[in-house]
């Protein structure tokens, strides 16, 4: 059935400022764009359908380029502490929520971030232990790379006072020495991997929510790593063919593949890109490194508010090499999480030392505090960078007093690795952030913190052509389907968002406020925001010969 979509701004990102009048879809594909009589012409015996934009406008489908899918329903379904801006509303908040929960089920809650605190206090064990002491309670920092527990819930996972932590991992202690109920990085695992997993059908309830709820941010699809935390490679790979190939609940996900399970990944004989048009297998995810808000980031230097430390590495240099050579071994990239320019520096290193010889492209996520040698090392490498415009507006001004004033100049350098001609591609990291696609282009445009509403290195701001791009030319050219995804062009799939209003012709200060109109995945409309799209039954054109 053939589809013709005008009426409205519809910009296709071929080059910056490129209008059509008309798009005309065919299943999932765009068959032509260009002039909308000229089009009724040509193809008069395709079109059956006609959808009035009503001076809405299209661009290519937003594509977020670095989440945690399943992470995120777990947000909007869980206790979510964001919005707090005091320890004493954190635990405000978690006292009324366990007033709703059976005594004895845990408690999870998500999104404590005390760099938003006047305090700046973190919570420890104690202050739950007075709250709530009869469940077992865990509380995820924004930043997923610190988590803390009360009481029972170390009993419940068996730690004991003379608990060591494993390499990568971090315990801390009270001034006695005691467990204070926070640990980091590989040390959580030591408390994850004991609490009582999610069912299936629960998870894919879970699943269902977060993809509905990105049709309402415009995404058509998403790069997600969930792989190793579900109950299993195996399961987890079914929730999302169940939910999407089975189920019908139309979205792309490109999975990446934690190195944690290579060796089910493997058994399963899987290779990068192997799936469908919805479901595929991306590069294999390492950790180098963890988070500036917990400090376990790896720089090259002390942290500048506590000396004491420079992060955590979660591997050693030889011990990165030999994951990215086992991922060589089957000819797959690899997608490296490094935020600190020392984890970075590790991260290029590896690379270097085992270049990839199979299809795809290696990926380095966050890449936000960098140095000019690197810059200069990593473009001569075929990587693509992941960025996340949304960590900006966020962590500034906490962040300057984090690394130091004096080591910023190559910090979330978006408009320099653009210049270098790096390829990025752009991510919210949800639900570290919020998985809003416009939130990230307004943080890429304006670079306003949060918090003071003050402009932060604005030499570093991008356009808003090169903003939206990193959300769709960006995202495809990370997943190797530049030639098929990302822009409005003939042959590629027909993928849309629909905004109220032109994101190109307004002030960067309204982007926050754009609404989404509609979300258009392989030529179907999957979320309407209110009926603002006029489709009707196309009449043939019989006077066309």
């Not at 359908?49 to 406008?57: A, D, E, Q, R």
Request: proline share 3%; aromatic share 8%.
């Amino acid at each position: 059935m053939g589809i013709l979509w005008h009426g409205g701004s519809i910009y296709t990102l071929q080059k910056e400022g490129h209008i059509v009048e008309a798009v005309l879809t065919e299943n999932d594909r765009i068959i032509a764009v260009g002039d909308r009589k000229k089009l009724e012409q040509q193809y008069h015996r395709m079109i059956e359908k006609s959808c009035h934009l009503n001076g809405k406008t299209m661009i290519p489908g937003f594509v977020d380029s670095h989440i945690h899918l399943i992470g995120h329903g777990e947000k909007l379904m869980r206790l979510d502490l964001s919005s707090c801006t005091s320890k004493a509303a954190v635990l405000e908040a978690l006292k009324a929520y366990a007033e709703t929960v059976q005594t004895g089920e845990w408690i999870i809650g998500e999104g404590w971030n005390e760099n938003l605190w006047r305090d700046a206090k973190a919570i420890e064990r104690n202050d739950l232990d007075e709250v709530v002491p009869d469940h077992p309670v865990l509380l995820k920092r924004i930043c997923r790379h610190v988590l803390v527990v009360n009481s029972l819930a170390l009993e419940e996972v068996s730690i004991q006072e003379d608990v060591n932590p494993p390499q990568g991992g971090v315990i801390e202690r009270d001034k006695e020495g005691r467990l204070n109920g926070v640990f980091k990085e590989k040390a959580q695992d030591m408390v994850l991997n004991a609490v009582p997993n999610r069912s299936k059908e629960q998870l894919k309830e879970v699943l269902k929510h977060a993809i509905k709820d990105a049709y309402t941010k415009g995404l058509t699809g998403v790069h997600t790593e969930d792989l190793s935390y579900y109950n299993g490679f195996e399961e987890t790979y079914q929730i999302y063919k169940e939910v999407i190939e089975e189920e019908g609940l139309s979205f792309r996900a490109h999975l990446l593949v934690h190195y944690a399970v290579l060796e089910d990944f493997k058994r399963a004989a899987g290779h990068y890109l192997q799936g469908s048009p919805w479901l595929e297998f991306g590069a294999i995810k390492i950790f180098a490194d963890g988070s500036l808000g917990g400090r376990t980031a790896l720089l090259s230097h002390p942290y500048a508010d506590d000396p004491t430390t420079s992060g955590v590495a979660i591997f050693s240099q030889e011990q990165l090499n030999q994951l990215v050579a086992r991922a060589r071994e089957i000819e797959m990239p690899v997608a490296i999480h490094a935020i600190g320019d020392k984890a970075f520096e590790m991260v290029v290193r590896s690379i270097e030392e085992h270049p990839l010889k199979g299809k795809g492209k290696d990926r380095i996520i966050h890449a936000q505090i960098l140095r000019r040698d690197l810059i200069d090392r990593v473009k001569k490498l075929p990587v693509v960078l992941d960025i996340q415009p949304g960590f900006l507006a966020s962590d500034f001004p906490w962040v300057i007093d984090r690394i130091g004033e004096n080591k910023l100049d190559y910090c979330y350098a978006w408009k320099t690795l653009l210049e270098e001609q790096i390829p990025c591609a752009g991510g919210s990291d949800a639900p570290i952030e919020e998985i809003s696609p416009l939130l990230g282009i307004h943080a890429a445009v304006a670079r306003v913190s949060q918090q003071t509403n003050e402009v932060y290195q604005h030499e570093e701001a991008l356009s808003l052509y090169e903003a939206v791009s990193l959300y769709t030319k960006g995202s495809a050219e990370a997943a190797c389907h530049e030639t098929e995804r990302g822009l409005i062009k003939e042959g590629y799939l027909a993928d849309f968002t629909i905004l109220e209003q032109d994101i190109f012709r307004c002030h960067s200060d309204e982007i926050v406020n754009i609404n989404v109109d509609s979300t258009v995945i392989g030529g179907h409309i999957v979320y309407r925001r209110e009926e603002n799209i006029t489709i009707t039954e196309q009449k043939r054109f019989s006077s066309y010969k």
